[in-house]
């Protein structure tokens, strides 16, 4: 694999079963670039500790006056310096190739599992958690994979050297046979300690993000409050605890990387007292005292690379097991035959709209049903949706774009509520690709990425919508307006479709920011658009033309408003009422407000005293002064056509 092929046209399917089967899938899968940086690996450091052979060759021959055999050691020290200068840069350069590669691939994974979970993704894993897996923990995997070859190398270096000495000199490869290993696993003990120290520093790291980004999002708010000091208290008080957790850590790394430089320089002077002893007893020559020191003396490099592997591994094991923990989340249960189940009630008026064509299927369509609370939106309407409570709409939406959520108190896949069904196909039993083109699902709270209008309005399209009835539709014209102010006054003649739009939008009021993003929808003319109050932000009147521009342009298209907005009910083909997560009532928007107290209640925002006062109770079970009752509700009808 070269740097100049990624991406990867497929990452792969990974074993994340665990951390360190995640770092062996890995490592697997680079199997060629680990080979050729070993081997590399093993050019460099065989020819760096074959310079006590030329070393211990060149003295011998001084001692015995011989100036061919100096010059031989000679020519050899310079061939072992062009060896070690090669073998170095071709190592790096398969060494941080394996480094790039593995960590590209994993961004890609994760890249991909982001695109597969969508907005559901932040709910199962927190959004500070997902920064920190896609940079900080990316890098450590990485770094693994890139020691790995290396600390390859050093072993089968350190293995050979050993052996060597022991046929070259018995007596004092003995003692370096035995020494080595046993500083090679000298720091063992320290490892998990250390490692819990740099997993504590990197979990305070992560909420450190987490509240910076928090902060960062709500600063605007946070002004109008005059709550800046006391966040940026907060931040202070998180960003030194990441500070003593990083110093921590760092003590205990530095007492591991003191015990590899003392234990080896204490060996050493061992190999030299009894060597010497040797020497002055004739049993060794000076030459090959000076070889065997030598050899210690170069085995020091490669016994780094064991304090390093032990580092990264320690690193990225924990790196590993949230990266496999993220790439483990599945969009939908494994068992989701009960959302395929369709009977009885409004569930009989599901139509089946798919059918093979030569092996594949035509593309998805009909009506829109959520099993788990009974919503029906029919094919070509425009059905909005009542809930109540936002969070409850919120995971209506996520289970109406093919994302079932967890609706029961475990966490285990039996309390996952069924996919919706669109023509009586359950979305997350289909493609991704194909869920997606047919439903499009616009957040509460959409987010506007940085760049011009027209690069933001320049998403996967029908054709059929263009950007200029999708802002009209939108009511975006203030926006327009206000980006040619912008253009001008920056001496651009680009115009507003090509002004610049700061990151997040923060430069545009909240209800600009939202109306920008309900065009980005409509402009997409998807088959089914579901909007979870995209008219939350603006005022009643803008509300109520975005209400008609919507109706108007999505005509024959399925359309889903999650809302309780007079305005926007008033305009609706159909509503259904979900009060607690089932459907209760069915019926167009005045119709409910004579016949469902509860409704009436949720979109009035009626407290308990008023309809206690009114002769209903707080749930709505029937009308005691149905005069009051009346007069509420032609109080709201005058209100709807007068914004109308």
């Known amino acids: 694999m070269h740097i100049r092929d990624l991406p990867y046209p497929d990452p792969g399917r990974p074993d994340v079963r665990s951390g360190p089967r995640f770092l062996f899938w890995l490592g697997r899968n680079q199997l060629g670039g680990q080979v050729k940086a070993a081997l590399w690996g093993l050019v460099h450091m065989a020819a760096l500790v074959s310079f006590p052979i030329a070393i211990g060759f060149g003295v011998q021959a001084v001692v015995d006056r011989s100036g061919s055999r100096l010059a031989m050691a000679g020519a050899l020290m310079v061939g072992l310096t062009v060896l070690t200068a090669l073998g170095d840069a071709m190592l790096h350069r398969a060494a941080v190739t394996n480094w790039i590669t593995a960590a590209a691939r994993v961004q890609q994974l994760l890249a991909r599992k982001a695109v597969e979970l969508g907005s559901t993704l932040t709910r199962k894993v927190a959004a500070g958690e997902v920064v920190a897996v896609s940079t900080g923990d990316v890098e450590k995997i990485g770094w693994f994979v890139e020691a790995l070859s290396r600390f390859t190398a050093a072993a089968i270096t350190t293995v050979g050297v050993c052996v060597a000495l022991i046929f070259y000199q018995p007596a004092l490869g003995v003692v370096v046979a035995v020494g080595v290993p046993a500083l090679a696993l000298a720091v063992l003990p320290l490892l998990p300690r250390a490692a819990r120290r740099a997993d504590e520093q990197r979990e305070k790291a992560g909420r450190a993000t987490e509240l910076a980004s928090d902060t960062v999002a709500g600063l605007r708010v946070l002004r109008g409050i005059g709550g800046e000091e006391l966040f940026l208290g907060r931040y202070r008080h998180a960003s030194q605890e990441v500070r003593i957790a990083a110093v921590r850590s760092a003590r205990m790394w530095a007492l591991i990387a003191a015990v590899q430089v003392a234990l080896p320089g204490l060996l050493l002077i061992g190999v030299v007292w009894y060597g010497a002893s040797l020497a002055r007893d004739g049993r060794i020559e000076v030459g090959e005292l000076v070889t065997v020191y030598s050899a210690v003396t170069f085995l020091l490099f490669p016994l780094r690379h064991f304090e390093e592997i032990a580092m990264a591994y320690s690193f990225s094991r924990p ?92 966490n285990g896949d039996h309390d996952r509520a069924p996919s919706a069904l669109l023509g009586g196909v359950a979305l997350d039993e289909v493609p991704l690709t194909a869920a997606r083109a047919a439903v499009l699902v616009q957040d509460k709270d959409p987010v506007l990425l940085s760049g011009a209008l027209a690069e933001l309005l320049d998403v996967p399209r029908s054709g059929e919508v263009t950007a200029e009835k999708a802002l009209e539709a939108a009511q975006c014209g203030d926006v327009l307006d206000a980006l040619a102010q912008a253009s001008a006054a920056e001496g651009d003649d680009a115009g507003p479709m090509h002004t610049r739009i700061t ?36 005022d009643s009147h803008t509300e109520a033309r975005i209400a008609d521009g919507v109706r108007g342009l999505r005509a024959g298209r399925t359309t889903i408003v999650l809302t309780s907005s007079p305005l926007l009910l008033d305009r609706a083909d159909r509503v259904v009422f979900v009060p607690d997560g089932e459907a209760a009532g069915v019926g167009t928007h005045r119709e409910l407000l004579g016949t469902d107290p509860a409704y009436r209640a949720v979109v009035t925002r009626e407290t308990e005293d008023e309809a206690a006062g009114r002769g209903t109770g707080p749930a709505g079970h029937g009308l005691k002064d149905t005069g009051h009752g009346l007069q509420d509700i032609a109080r709201i009808e005058e209100q709807i056509e007068e914004s109308a």
């Not at 070509?380 to 209506?396: E, F, H, K, Q």
């Not at 600009?512 to 979870?532: F, G, I, M, N, Y």
């Open 319 to 410: 790196s590993a097991r949230r990266a496999a923990r993220v790439l483990a989340l599945r969009r939908s249960s494994p068992d989701s035959e009960a959302a395929a189940t369709v009977d009885g009630g409004e569930r009989g008026e599901v139509q089946q709209a798919t059918a093979p064509l030569g092996g594949a299927t035509a593309p998805l369509g009909g009506d829109l049903y959520d099993p788990a609370s009974g919503m029906l939106a029919p094919s070509g309407l425009l059905t909005a949706v009542v809930c109540g409570d936002p969070d409850a709409a919120g995971r209506l939406a996520d289970r109406l774009g093919g994302h079932p959520a967890h609706d029961g108190p475990g």
């Open 503 to 538: 990151e997040r939008g923060r430069s545009l009021s909240g209800g600009q920011r939202q109306r920008l993003a309900l065009a980005r929808s409509l402009v997409t003319d998807p088959e089914v658009l579901v909007l979870d109050e995209p008219t939350s932000a603006v």
